[in-house]
C-alpha cells in the first residue's frame, strides 16, 4: 500500500476518467455521479461550513464589537486590539510568557527527541522504547500536570533531591517566578517529545542505506557523519517535527492552568489563557475573540516563516 | 548473524553499557508516572515522606476505592467514553465518505472544495471557542453531551488521510466493479472501506484519545460537571476539592491514564507507521 504523508503530499492527480481517456459530458451516469459524491460528501461539508467556515468568520466579526456574553452586541471597531496591545495590563506579558515558553520548548523537544531517536535507533528493543517515551504524549494533560504538580511542591521529590545531590535549596517551583515558567517547560518537554521522538525515528530508519554506505566509505563518521549526511536526510522530518511542535507551544493552555493557574502574579499567564479568561471570565467574547486572531496571526506567520525558510534547508532529493 | 560473530568484546562491551544507560534514562523518564501509581497505593499523610519512598508503610488499594466514593468518577468515565466514542464514530463516518468522494468520485467543485477543507487545517482551536460558544448557545446545547461530540467531529484532517488512502486503490478494481453493476455506495462499503482498515483503525484510536483527553472545551462548555463532565475536567474539579489529599489525587490521575495506556498498548505496532506517515495524534 502507498504510504500517504503529510510532509510530502502527492501530486494532484487528475480526475480519474474511463478507460479511453473520454470525458462524457453530462451524460446520465454522470450525473448520478455528481449526486452521490454530494451524498458522500455532504456530511463533511455542511459539519465543517457550520463548525469551522461559520465561526472563523463570526470570530471576525466578534472582533470589532463589544460582545459581552449576556447582553447586546455594539461595534468597536479595532478598539479590542488597541486595548490589548495598549492598556491590558495582562496582554502583553501573556504574548511574551507564550514566547519565552515557545523559544524554550521548541528547541529543547526537538534536541531530546533527536538524540534519543538516534540512541534508540541502535537498540535491538527500539520498538519498545519507543513506546515508553510516548506514554505522556498521548496519557490526559490534565493528569500529567497534576503529578507534576506533586513532584514540584517546597516539600515534595525534585526539592528533596535537588537539596540531597547537589546540595541546592530548591526554590518553590511553581511559586517562584524566576522558576515557574521553567517548570512549566520542564514538565512540557517531558509529557510532549515522545511524539517527534517516533517522527525521527522513522525518518533514521528510512534514510537510504547506499548514501550512508557511500558517507562510510568516504570516512565520514560521529559528528561529521551526523551533520553533513544524516541530519540533511532527514530535514523533511525535522522540517515537519518543529513546524507542528511550534504551532502546538504557541497554543499552550492545559499545562500553565493546572500547575501554577498563570501565576505567581502573571509570571506564567499565556495566550489561551489571556484568551479563556477573557472570555469566560471577563465574558467579554468581543476581546476573546481579538485575542485568539492575534494568537492565529502568529501562527500564520511562524508557518509562513517556515515554508519560505524551508528552501535553505529541507532536502526532499533523495 | 555474521557481525555478531565480529564483534569484539569492546563493542558489545559498549552495546551493553549503551542499554543499561538507556534504560536508566527510561525509568528516570517514567518516574513521575510511578512515582504517581506508588503515591496512590500509600497511606494519606506519607505522601511527602522524607527522603521520598516509594513504598508505604502499607499498599491501600482502598485510595482508588476512594476516588468514586469522593467524587461520580465512574460517571467522568462513562461519560468521556460515550463521548470519545460516539465523537469516533461521526468522524470516522464523516471522514470515510467525504475521502470516497474526493478520491474516487467525479463531480463539479471537487478539487476547489477540497483546498477548502485543507485551508480549514490551519485554524486553531482557540479561534473557533469564541463563536463557537455562541452558536452551542443558539442551538441550546449548553451543559450538552451533544456540544462535546459535533462541533469537534468534522474536521478536513480524517478526510485527507483517508482519502490518500483511497486513491491508492487501482483505478481498474473500480472499473470492475461498475461493470458488474456495483453502485457508489456497494462500491464504497465493499471495495474502499475494507481496502484503508489500517488507516480507519489508526484514525479511530487518536480520535478517540483526542475526544478523550481534551480540556480547554469541556471547561468552557460543561457547567454540570457531576452530571456531564468527562474524566479530564472530573480530575481538575476533584483536585480544586480535594487538593492537599494528594494519594486520591494520584489514584484519579492514575486511573484516568489507564484507558489511553490499553490503546497505546493495542494501538503499539501501528504507531511509527500512523504518526511518520501522517502525522496524527499527540498533542
Known amino acids: 500500500m502507498a504510504t500517504p504523508s503529510l510532509t510530502t503530499p502527492a501530486p494532484p492527480r487528475p480526475a480519474p476518467r474511463g478507460p479511453a481517456g473520454k470525458r462524457r459530458r453530462k451524460s446520465p451516469g454522470r450525473r448520478a455521479e455528481q449526486w452521490s459524491a454530494f451524498g458522500f460528501a455532504g456530511p463533511s461539508v455542511i459539519g465543517l461550513g457550520l463548525f469551522t467556515l461559520f465561526p472563523v468568520a463570526m ?258 532529493d533523495h | ?59 491501600r488499594w482502598q485510595n482508588f476505592a476512594d476516588v468514586f466514593t469522593y467524587v461520580p468518577f465512574h460517571r467522568y468515565i462513562l461519560n468521556g467514553l460515550f463521548v470519545a466514542g460516539a465523537g469516533t464514530l461521526v468522524v470516522l463516518a464523516a471522514s470515510a465518505m467525504s475521502a470516497y468522494a474526493f478520491a474516487s468520485l467525479r463531480w463539479k467543485g471537487r478539487d476547489s472544495l477540497f483546498l477548502v477543507f485543507l485551508a480549514t487545517l490551519m485554524v486553531p482551536q482557540e479561534v473557533l471557542v469564541v463563536p463557537m460558544f455562541l452558536l452551542m448557545r443558539e442551538f441550546g446545547w449548553v451543559d450538552s453531551y451533544a456540544s462535546l461530540i459535533f462541533p469537534w467531529a468534522f474536521t478536513a484532517f480524517g478526510t485527507f488521510l483517508l482519502r490518500q488512502f483511497f486513491r491508492a486503490v487501482p483505478y481498474e478494481l473500480h472499473e470492475a466493479a461498475r461493470m458488474d453493476g456495483a453502485g457508489p455506495i456497494r462500491i464504497f462499503l465493499r471495495i474502499m472501506l475494507p481496502m484503508a482498515k489500517p488507516a480507519l483503525g489508526v484514525l479511530a484510536v487518536f480520535t478517540f484519545i483526542n475526544f478523550w483527553n481534551s480540556f480547554l472545551w469541556p471547561l468552557i462548555m460543561i457547567n454540570d460537571v457531576s452530571e456531564r463532565g468527562t474524566v479530564p475536567l472530573g480530575m481538575q474539579l476533584f483536585f480544586g476539592q480535594n487538593g492537599n489529599q494528594w494519594h486520591l489525587v494520584m489514584a484519579a490521575a492514575v486511573v484516568s491514564v489507564v484507558p489511553t495506556l490499553l490503546l497505546l498498548i493495542a494501538l503499539q505496532k501501528h504507531l511509527v507507521k500512523g504518526i511518520a506517515t501522517a502525522g496524527l495524534g499527540g498533542r
Open chain 1, 59 to 316: 470570530a471576525v466579526v466578534m472582533s470589532l464589537f463589544n460582545w459581552p456574553m449576556l447582553g447586546d452586541p455594539t461595534f468597536l471597531g479595532l478598539d479590542n486590539f488597541k486595548y490589548l496591545f495598549g492598556e491590558d495590563p495582562n496582554f502583553g506579558v501573556a504574548l511574551r510568557n507564550t514566547f519565552i515558553f515557545t523559544g524554550l520548548y521548541v528547541p529543547l523537544n526537538i534536541i531530546v527527541a533527536l538524540a534519543l531517536a538516534f540512541w534508540i535507533n541502535n537498540s535491538r528493543y527500539a520498538q519498545l522504547w519507543r513506546v515508553l517515551f510516548f506514554i505522556p504524549a498521548i496519557t490526559p494533560m490534565v493528569a500529567n500536570a497534576v503529578i507534576w504538580k506533586l513532584l514540584l511542591q517546597p516539600d515534595g521529590t525534585f526539592a528533596y533531591y535537588l537539596d540531597s545531590i547537589f546540595g541546592i535549596s530548591a526554590p518553590n517551583f511553581l511559586a517562584d517566578g524566576r522558576t515557574a515558567l521553567l517548570s512549566v517547560v520542564a514538565m512540557s518537554v517531558w509529557q510532549g517529545f515522545g511524539y517527534n521522538l517516533i517522527v525521527f525515528s522513522a525518518a533514521i530508519n528510512e534514510m537510504p542505506a547506499n548514501v550512508l554506505e557511500a558517507a562510510r566509505l568516504d570516512g565520514a563518521t560521529g559528528l561529521r557523519k551526523f551533520w553533513s549526511v544524516q541530519l540533511p536526510l532527514m530535514s523533511p522530518a525535522m522540517f515537519f517535527a518543529t513546524t507542528m511542535t511550534l504551532i502546538t507551544s504557541m497554543q499552550v493552555f492545559t499545562q500553565p492552568y493546572i500547575l501554577t493557574a498563570g501565576g505567581p502574579g502573571n509570571a506564567t499567564e499565556t495566550l489561551v489563557m489571556n484568551v479563556y479568561q477573557a472570555g469566560f471570565q471577563s465574558r467579554d467574547l468581543g476581546l476573546a475573540a481579538s485575542g485568539a486572531w492575534i494568537l492565529f496571526a502568529i501562527i500564520l506567520l511562524i508557518t509562513a516563516g517556515q515554508f519560505l525558510g524551508q528552501k535553505k534547508w529541507v532536502h526532499y
Open chain 2, 1 to 59: 548473524m555474521t557481525i555478531d560473530a565480529k564483534t569484539s568484546t569492546p563493542r558489545r562491551l559498549k552495546r551493553i553499557v549503551s542499554h543499561v544507560l538507556l534504560a536508566a534514562v527510561a525509568l528516570l523518564f517514567l518516574y513521575p508516572l510511578i512515582f504517581a501509581v506508588a503515591t496512590a497505593l500509600k497511606p494519606p499523610g506519607e505522601t511527602f515522606a522524607s527522603p521520598p519512598s516509594l513504598i508505604g508503610s502499607d499498599v
